[in-house]
């Protein structure tokens, strides 16, 4: 089918291509000319496409998206539908829907997973919206997802795509903490020869084999040790508003909320945490602290 | 080659099974008259083998294990070699090496995983010995563990192979908490139309896809939503060592943490820690606290 | 000086008496006949007072809240002033003040501690507001205040009062948290004759020496080893939200996170973390899981 | 009554001037020329005392206290009783025990808290070992003591006393994590004005106030924001028993562990295990990582 597509990033522009791959015929935009994109402007991408139009949107959450979406509220009419394939946060997405049903124009949320491998291998497609929107776009979902049973799942009405998307980042964080401190662990035992060994070791045959740990494998042998790699990392978000749904809806999360902890600290420099520990421990025990 | 196998519960007579396909001569023996032993006796199994005798203990740790380690201590004689397969604890390894190697007689620790799946698929081995004792039971190994590249490391010295065992199950814990968060708070909130759905759907695709994945997705078409299945799980000991050995490295291990302390609290009725809470709530805020 | 009292629960009754005590003409209301309200509507109220009006409000948040704001904004005029001493969330304060500087009506929110021992002793506060707001108010604060140097703090603007009280809070749920832990392992332990009898003995020379340590410490000469009350225990909003926003700031809190998870884990049957543990050990290991 | 004090650091020093203002005999060594020791070698100490001795031993835990404790079994005979007063891990207590009671040489342990402030104000004291050799030390352990009902207790036998302290030291630990989260969320936050301001406010009314929250405000007033502190902090050993032991009990104690991981932590650069976490990012988001 036809279809638009906003952002032409890697991951707008790979999923462009796997759905050109699969026979639908794509017009893409991207606001940086230096993109491949089909035309120069949103009103542009509106007329090359024919109504009802369909139009996937993988642009940055926060102020690019809802630019986007206000832009394109102005510029679609009734019937129209777009497809937020971001990561925008599922409270969000009820925002959206209100401001583009207002005009007639339909909201279905995808979370996608699966990053650069996605191309070839298919995304993970998380789906939210109503039957009749999510129905209206099976094609394009059943191009992009991965052959076979898996990969694709209507998970409920408005923001419920990008709310399962959200807690498989969780739990993306919670399973790369756990191979990290077991890494740890073996690279500061004396008992162990080589932590890299026995991480490639346990790809087949063991509880654990995994895709991460595959990838974790593929990092090692790149890499021995990750001597060439920053103990730093970053967080996207998702994690965290998992965490802050899970709070109010009184469900411990605690292996997730310690692997987001882990990334959190890592950024930290000289946290005042530590600052007061230390103060305290000076002024009860007389325990030297270093100054700055 | 021939080999002693000590001990034919689940495991042990998997292992038995898988041996025999793959060549070996196996001479079985466990305590119990009903297991289908070959020998009566721990005398009539190393009778029944040839010097030097190789012999496989698959015997729970503790004193059961300590017990097997002394008999034979007293039934071999130098040059032959016991082989512990069970979920000993590393530190124990080193004291049975030594009450062995006083005999002349030889110990190799061996961690394995895949519990009722390796017989079929194969174990993921991690073995801990001498150069010279690990390299003498390599038929054994190959046999064991699953085909291809993958599968088997020698982790170290004495010790070395529970201990990569023991860092397996640390984050195997971890991994199977973050699923278990993930899947509590898709259960619990109103966006998702079905927890199971969105669990199956990840399996190829995601980020996440792993056996542990698969195995949830089977355990959920059995039982929808896990309706008839407890809440508690037990914890077995090698994660409970394994962050008592990164205590004393000083490597924090705050996921996999979680994850034990998550099965300890689900063991506890009435914990005493949140008796002092609750009082404490009463003495300075009036709140009522539930009498027993 | 002259106040209305607007909530008559133990809270906002034991404050309204400090303040007779400390010499300033109070008009109580509250919804419920019951209480020992002095005018039976919040009209009524309104032309109990000389404008410019001061009225404190001692009303649960959320709804209750929202309600009562709505109402006196309808109700005050230009100068007049609303005093909210509840746990309201901060987020909220910033709603309530536009709502009301709409009128002219101005807002300071006061974040109170001590609980039951205020009446007495004093409350902790813990001030949001303009300067001008938080001047006129001075005589107030300062009788509802502990005697000394310490007790009141003007934190912030608008909002900055609840934050600083939701943050003493999950500082409290953290020290709790900690004592709680340090008991339990006493209790288990074998190697103490009696738990009671140690904490006790922390109330002096003790670097853990606290108001807290001093009410466990009561409780326990109540009931020893807390023997009648139940291992639950509930929790009330502030520790949630204060988690939520330090997430947002990016700085981790495990330790007072741990803190509300135990809270909410007890609050928990049968919790589905577990049953997917459960379920997973059973796939993998055949380990036996309890049915329902 | 006599003693003989040994290690005379800033503890023992104290120690034994706070001995002798009670108007007992203490004769004190140290392996340092420069202390002020009364006798320069164990042998004068132990001449220099009538029998049957009674000797503190202040010297750090290990080694130099393996080392004197052997020492002192040599030269004491039957009847002699020896303090231990240090930091001590409670199982060592029992080997030490057993190499004494050998010699008919009694052992107290006893966990001392209140650090630089006992010298004046008394030390809490939590005391190990049988009622007879606690009965014989009474005088000692009333002057040592604070004024009052609190700051004593026999908690159990051999190795209760440091058992005690091992969790009184847990709880310090989680007691000051609490009050350095709660800080840091305070300096993070756009509506706080001033942290220190409020942290100062708590000390009167409050539910958290506390011995350490006295402490951190006087820090905060030498040094406000703690701008000249680092922020790291060590661990000492206590509380990471304590989590060993409080594992192998099946209690779980998940904010002190919070706690003592973050001090480990904050001691660690480029962590292995943020490394994992961010190969991991790369391998599947092509998320850029910084090099070293």
Tied chains: 1, 2, 3, 4.
Excluded: C
């Amino acid at each position: 089918m036809q279809i638009g597509m906003i952002g032409l990033g890697r991951m707008g522009n790979n999923m462009a291509e796997r759905l050109r791959s699969g026979g639908h015929k794509v017009v893409g935009y991207d606001i940086s000319p230096d993109s491949n994109r089909d035309v120069d402007s949103l009103q542009a991408l509106v007329d090359a496409l024919e109504a009802p139009r369909v139009i996937w949107v993988m642009v940055p959450a926060g102020k690019p998206l809802d630019s986007t979406i206000t832009q394109l509220s102005n510029l679609l009419g009734n019937g129209d539908l777009i497809i937020d394939g971001g990561n925008t946060r599922f409270t969000e997405d009820q925002e959206h829907a209100k401001t583009l049903s207002a005009k007639g124009i339909g909201l279905v949320d995808v979370g996608t997973s699966n990053g650069i491998w996605g191309r070839e291998n298919g995304y993970a497609l998380m789906v939210g919206g109503s039957d009749e929107n999510v129905a209206r776009i099976q094609p394009i979902l059943h191009t992009l997802k991965p052959e076979g049973d898996f990969g694709l799942v209507h998970a409920g009405g408005t923001g419920a795509g990008h709310y399962a998307k959200m807690v498989h980042n969780g739990i993306e964080y919670g399973m790369m903490q756990a191979l990290a401190e077991g890494y740890a662990v073996l690279e500061a035992s004396d008992f162990i020869k080589d932590a890299d060994d026995v991480v490639q070791s346990w790809r087949k045959g063991s509880v654990i084999q995994s895709w991460l740990l595959d990838l974790l494998s593929n990092a090692l042998h790149k890499d021995p040790h990750l001597s060439h790699i920053a103990g730093k990392a970053d967080e996207t978000g998702e994690t965290k508003w998992m965490i802050g749904d899970a709070l109010e809806l009184g469900i411990p999360t605690p292996a997730i909320t310690a692997a987001l902890y882990a990334r959190q600290s890592s950024q930290i420099q000289d946290p005042a945490t530590m600052k007061v520990v230390s103060a305290l421990r000076n002024e009860f025990g007389g325990h030297s602290i270093a100054k700055d």
